[in-house]
T-cell receptor, first 112, second 113 residues
């Protein structure tokens, strides 16, 4: 069974640009959640999607958004990038939306 | 006050010893608790979940939960060098969906030969 796949794995952007990250969950998993990981703040919840609906959102500004498609694949977008957005963005999936998450390898974003 | 607190370590234990990792949380209404392991440069992987007071054993790992004292711990018996990693405690605090976890900043474990 294939794991959670995230693309791209690495990317470099400049301030003011926007970025879109993609996540394909484990087959059969309908819940996809996104986390940001930084050395200073650790892992922080961004949002969760279940059956194409955002079920919950963390305490991030509106520049952070996401969506989920009918095949459960998810994307997150960050607009007007700031230096502080440099982080590892992790996508995780689970079958029924419990806390037993399966993480992808992450997308490492560097903002210059 | 941080919602989920862990000692950042490093916690150094000799090979074959028991490693004890601790975590406290602030929300008494928390329902479910998880331990994730993260190797350097890798993503977190779930090693234990626990939902009710007491102990839960899985191989060399034992998770312990005490809701009255608001702490959860992880014991690793017969520690191996391959157990050297950062261990993240995660709590679902009963708000939002069960996938919304609050993570501690992790305890770095070093198992020495």
């Amino acid at each position: 069974k294939a794991g959670v796949t995230q693309t791209p794995r690495y990317l470099i952007k400049t301030r003011g640009q926007q970025v879109t990250l993609s996540c394909s969950p484990i087959s059969g998993h309908r819940s996809v959640s996104w986390y940001q990981q930084t050395p200073g703040q650790g892992l922080q919840f961004l949002f969760e999607y279940f059956s194409e609906t955002q079920r919950n959102k963390g305490n991030f500004p509106g520049r952070f958004s996401g969506r989920q498609f009918s095949n459960s694949r998810s994307e997150m977008n960050v607009s007007t990038l700031e230096l502080g957005d440099s982080a590892l963005y992790l996508c995780a999936s689970t079958a029924e939306g419990n806390g037993e998450l399966f993480f992808g390898e992450g997308s490492r974003l560097t903002v210059l | 006050q941080k919602e989920v607190e862990q000692n950042s370590g490093p916690l150094s234990v000799p090979e074959g010893a028991i490693a004890s990792l601790n975590c406290t949380y602030s929300d008494r209404g928390s329902q479910s608790f998880f331990w994730y392991r993260q190797y350097s440069g890798k993503s977190p992987e779930l090693i234990m979940s626990i939902y009710s007071n007491g102990d839960k054993e899985d191989g060399r790992f034992t998770a312990q939960l005490n809701k009255a004292s608001q702490y959860v711990s992880l014991l690793i018996r017969d520690s191996q060098p391959s157990d050297s990693a950062t261990y993240l405690c995660a709590v679902n605090m009963g708000t939002g969906t069960a996938s919304k976890l609050t993570f501690g900043t992790g305890t770095r474990l070093q198992v020495t030969l």
